[in-house]
Every structure is written in C-alpha cells, then in structure tokens.
C-alpha cells in the first residue's frame, strides 16, 4: 500500500478532517493534501511527526515489514493498542493474556 493510502486511511479511523490534522502538524493543507493523493511524499521529519501523532512507527506508514512472520493484524493490533490511555492498554494486555492461556489450556487438554 502507498504512504498516501495508509496515510488516508487512518485520518478516517480517527475521524479527522485533512484541514485538522494539518493544523495539528503546522502543514500547509495542500502539502497534507498531496501527501494523501499520494502526489508527494514527507521529508523524514514530517515522517517522524505523523508517526508520533498517530502513535504508529514509520515502518507501518511506509508498509514496510523487515522481519519475517509481520503482518498488517500485528501492526493493526500495536496500533489499537498504543492508541489506548495507559489503563486501557493494561486491561487491552490482561485480555490477551488470558485468551492466550485459555488457549494453551485447551490445546493440553484435547
């Protein structure tokens, strides 16, 4: 996927306006604009910064994957998760947990 799509795509699941999170990053509206139409790209500090905004890191924005056995539902799954106040990522962490043991205990006991 391109920058500019994922870059779209999570303006939408923040419910954002293009306007908005340009003023959120002191961006002209037309560079956030082409950035989206995927006519330009940032420069590494407007990277970083839109990676910090939406609490996501620059490989996910580029769809990058330099490990083998990554995935987009582990990368969507560390977003949800870096999204959440620090509360809710403990009881986001507690409820894996326990689907992970209630899981192993099932596979010991087929």
């Known amino acids: 996927m391109k920058f500019g799509d994922i870059l779209r795509w999570l303006i939408e699941e923040n419910d954002l306006t293009q306007k908005k999170l340009s003023e959120e990053l002191y961006i002209a509206a037309s560079t956030l604009g082409n950035y989206v ?3 330009a790209e940032p ?3 407007m990277l970083k910064r839109i990676a910090a905004y939406f609490h996501v890191s620059i490989d996910y924005l580029l769809d990058y994957h330099p490990k083998q ?3 987009d539902m582990e ?3 560390l977003r949800v998760f870096r999204q959440q106040p620090p509360m809710q990522q403990r009881v986001f962490l507690e409820q894996g947990r326990t689907i992970a043991k209630i899981c192993a205990e ?3 006991s087929e």
């Open 37 to 39: 139409q995927n006519l």
């Open 43 to 45: 420069d590494f500090d």
């Open 69 to 71: 056995g990554e995935n």
């Open 75 to 77: 990368d969507d799954l």
């Open 106 to 108: 099932n596979k010991t």
